[in-house]
């Protein structure tokens, strides 16, 4: 091909010079100048030098980062073709990638060049939130935990942050300045290391709490503080001293007061709340009886309000006299009965006590020594009392029999022994009834005399004196030793 080329050129420079000899000089020049370019043409194709190549975890590929040449042709002119298929920018490792370089005179050549993925960034360390640069805020008495102030981050890794490590714990329970220095590393064995200064202050205002709300209602002339109803705590003072109240509260009269509270911490951070107080009477009268029960016997005659001893108000004072009573109790028929006793204040708070009234039949006196006996009820109980105004249990039955003529003897067990045994269902009113164990020792410690009706009178106790009690009851029938009779 190349000698058929010279032909042409030598056939057509014969021509110019025999036919046109006045375009001889120009046409040698020009035809002289295509001999010369054609021995100029490039037949050489590019040199790809690399074998292997680091890149940049996330890094992109381009031709810049191939060692290609051209004898003629710059980089920039070379026409590169980079297969990246199988490659991952941002997974470490090794890949086989096929590179291509074609010159201006499509000149090529192509090779498979090792490309490594490698990671040579360090981990940033950076404060977290509003701390800017190397001081950072942090709240007295907050986390003492690094990792809540500085986060750790990694190009590959991402967050490090729990592989901070440093050469001092943080104490947040003092105020001022702490200087620590922070180290941290990726799976790479890349490196930071930073000091920062760490600024502990104290910024957060007392907390005012309300116990019972924002707004309370006080009872009309009692104690009033607002402590009671308002909580200030600190996150560094262990007690708030600085406290204002301005508003005061006079619970002797009935109205509406706001009172404004202010807390100032040691460190100056304040803090401001309401309490609005009302004070109302809400409190009912206090209402008083003797008793809470009685017991009259048929026939006799009844006062409820003998049983009433007062009703007095916080606020109204002495309302006795406004006390209603309502009362059904009916003295001529055995029964139980209630007696109601309500008495309200001006504001409309009420008051009710009931009074049980337990109404029962005569108890038999048809013997004589019974009756005498029943007349010494309410009388003291005295030790070795032989009466008439005060008796112990034997002293008592000694005297009822003398009353009727009988002589028994002194004690409780010479009587015992003076006496037949009666069992009892036999018993008479007027008999006597006898008990062991009462004082804690054995034999006959206790006696009485049976009135009737399952009922005995006897001196018991110097808070009970001359009564009558239940001969049945579980008390009396576990020491009963028996009855006796003259």
């Not at 000149?107 to 509003?130: F, I, M, R, W, Y």
Request: one cysteine or more; proline letters at 2%.
């Amino acid at each position: 091909m190349d000698s058929n080329i010279k032909a042409n050129l030598l056939e057509n420079l014969q021509e110019h010079v025999i036919n046109r000899k006045a375009m001889f000089i120009p046409m040698l020049f020009v035809s002289t100048f295509g001999l010369v370019g054609y021995a100029a043409v490039d037949k050489e194709a590019p040199v790809i030098d690399s074998n292997k190549v680091e890149v940049l975890y996330g890094t992109k590929l381009d031709k810049s980062m191939f060692a290609i040449s051209d004898n003629r042709d710059t980089l920039d002119s070379i026409d590169v073709k980079i297969n990246d298929k199988s490659y991952d920018p941002y997974q470490l490792g090794i890949y086989n990638v096929e590179v291509s370089a074609t010159d201006m005179f499509s000149n090529t050549q192509s090779k498979v060049v090792q490309v490594e993925v490698v990671d040579k960034t360090a981990p940033e360390l950076k404060p977290v939130g509003k701390s800017n640069g190397y001081v950072v805020n942090v709240e007295v008495n907050g986390s003492k935990d690094i990792t809540k102030y500085i986060k750790a981050t990694d190009n590959v890794d991402g967050d490090v942050t729990p592989f901070i490590e440093t050469n001092k714990k943080l104490d947040t329970s003092r105020l001022g300045t702490q200087t620590i220095q922070l180290n941290v590393s990726d799976a790479a064995g890349n490196q930071t290391q930073k000091t920062f200064e760490f600024y502990v202050s104290d910024t957060i205002a007392p907390k005012i709490q309300h116990k019972k709300g924002s707004t309370v209602t006080v009872d009309y002339g009692s104690k009033f503080s607002y402590s009671d109803y308002v909580g200030i705590t600190d996150n560094f003072d262990k007690k708030v001293t600085s406290i204002k109240v301005d508003g005061k509260v006079d619970t002797k009269k009935i109205g509406k007061t706001t009172l404004n509270i202010t807390a100032v911490d040691s460190s100056g951070n304040e803090s401001k709340a309401k309490l609005n107080v009302e004070v109302k009477d809400i409190s009912a009268p206090k209402l008083s009886l003797s008793k809470s029960s009685v017991t009259i016997t048929k026939g006799k005659s009844f006062s409820a309000k003998k049983y009433l001893e007062s009703a007095i108000d916080n606020k109204d004072g002495n309302l006795t006299s406004k006390v209603k009573i309502s009362s059904s109790v009916n003295t001529d028929k055995a029964g139980k009965y209630t007696v109601k006793y309500t008495v309200a204040d001006a504001a409309g708070n009420k008051t009710t006590k009931t009074l049980s009234v337990k109404v029962e039949n005569p108890i038999p006196t048809h013997a004589g020594v019974a009756s005498s006996a029943l007349s010494r009820v309410g009388s003291r109980y005295v030790t070795g009392g032989n009466g008439p105004r005060a008796f112990d249990c034997s002293g008592l039955t000694q005297w009822a029999y003398r009353q009727n003529g009988i002589s028994i003897p002194r004690t409780a067990a010479a009587q015992y022994g003076a006496t037949s045994r009666v069992s009892k269902s036999s018993l008479k009113a007027g008999d006597l009834v006898f008990f062991r164990g009462t004082t804690g020792r054995g034999g006959i410690t206790h006696v009485g005399i049976y009135v009737g009706g399952g009922r005995f009178v006897h001196a018991g106790t110097s808070r009970t004196g001359v009564t009558t009690a239940n001969l049945n009851s579980s008390y009396w029938s576990s020491h009963w030793a028996g009855g006796g009779r003259k």
